[in-house]
């Protein structure tokens, strides 16, 4: 067979484009492609929700790669065995009730059967404001990384969401870009976005799945955003909340989709 270049060009660019018009106007955007968001996306995906998630990096899988220090193990607890074993993953209890697993397979494999089940990737793209109506978001303004990586002043882009999830870990940036306009009130003691408190595991894995729940109408928290916007502690790396959280922030999800 004969290689054209051109139409190797032509492929990609109509390809995205299908992909990025038919993810215009959906059901739930995701914001981070960590591991809460992730599972929460292979679950809306299986519902037959159009849901998409936006990550700023070009791999997905957030803080999950490099297990803990770099040391690609991932520790989760007995709790959420159940999540591991619904993705397939392969895991070796250490002591009772407390799993390890590879974590590039882990990461790997949540990618895959999120993408799989329908949840639609755009790796390389920043959401770097939202959009209000009548105090409720209801969708995002995004950019390409790079435009935001080189300080380029270029405008940005918008697409339309029934809810979104702020999965974009420790910083809380969508909550955060909600907090900082003037006359944004998040459902926090404070009306603002807390922040977090230091690491401590046993209390910070069971608030995290509390925490997992409406910031501001139209938005949900997952994974460590919900501990950073509610105020509560950061957990290293035990990542059963976080799959608990995307568990969670789904249900919820699928319920509100369905009133
Ligand atoms: O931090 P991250 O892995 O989120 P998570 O699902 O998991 C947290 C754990 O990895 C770990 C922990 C475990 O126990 O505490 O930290 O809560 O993934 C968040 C992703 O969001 C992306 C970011 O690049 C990362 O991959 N992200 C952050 N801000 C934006 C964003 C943004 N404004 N637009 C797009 N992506």
Redesign the pocket.
Known sequence: MMLDEVTITRAIIDRYMEKLHANLDLDVAI???????LVAGYYLAKKGYNVAM????LS?????WGGGMMMNEIVVQEEAKRILDEFGIPCREYVEGYYTADSVVSTSTLTSKATLAGLSVFNL????DVMVRDNRVNGLVINWSPVEMAGLHVDPLTLRARYTID?????A??LNVISKKVDAKLSTDTGKVIGERSLWAEVAESTTIENTKEAFPGVYT????ANAVFGAH??????G??LLS?EKVAQVLDRKLQE
């Open positions: 914001v981070g492609g960590g591991p809460s968001g936006f990550e700023r990096k997905i899988g957030g803080g999950m793209i920043t959401v770097e999965a974009t870990g420790h910083p940036e969508v997952a994974g460590m955003c950061r957990m290293g790396p035990v990542f909340g976080m995307g």
